[in-house]
């Protein structure tokens, strides 16, 4: 069984810095996808970046150049390194996962985690 855990979120001051982990318990494969979406009161949930086994990433166009994703397989936690913070980051944010290489084309959508809430404020 599959499970995610985030940890991380919190308040900070615009302009600010997080960093968000997800540990993964369980067998995804060799080949994965892993990555993080966020959902901000009244919007829909949307993709914030991936990164697959190879390193391939992609990122939502809102993050480009202030977010960063990796992923430690000796720890088999993925990391989301959040600069330059601004107030429509503000949102809780899901580690997930699935199988798979996702080559830089998708977000992961298999595996969800519980959550983390990420407040900025102006």
């Known amino acids: 069984q599959v499970q995610l855990m985030e940890s991380g979120g919190g308040s900070v001051q615009s302009g600010g810095s997080l960093t968000l982990s997800c540990t993964i318990s369980g067998y995804i494969g060799s080949r994965y996808c892993v990555g993080w979406f966020r959902q901000a009161p009244g919007k829909e949930r949307e993709g914030v970046a991936s990164i697959d086994a190879n390193g391939k990433t992609k990122y939502a166009d809102s993050v480009k150049g202030r977010f960063s994703i990796s992923h430690n397989n000796a720890k088999n936690t993925q990391y989301l390194q959040m600069n330059n913070l601004n107030p429509e980051d503000t949102a809780i944010y899901y580690c997930?996962?699935?199988?798979?290489?996702?080559?830089?084309?998708?977000?992961?959508?298999?595996?969800w985690g519980q959550g983390t809430q990420v407040t900025v404020s102006s």
């Open positions: 997930t996962a699935e199988g798979g290489n996702c080559g830089g084309y998708f977000f992961p959508e298999r595996y």
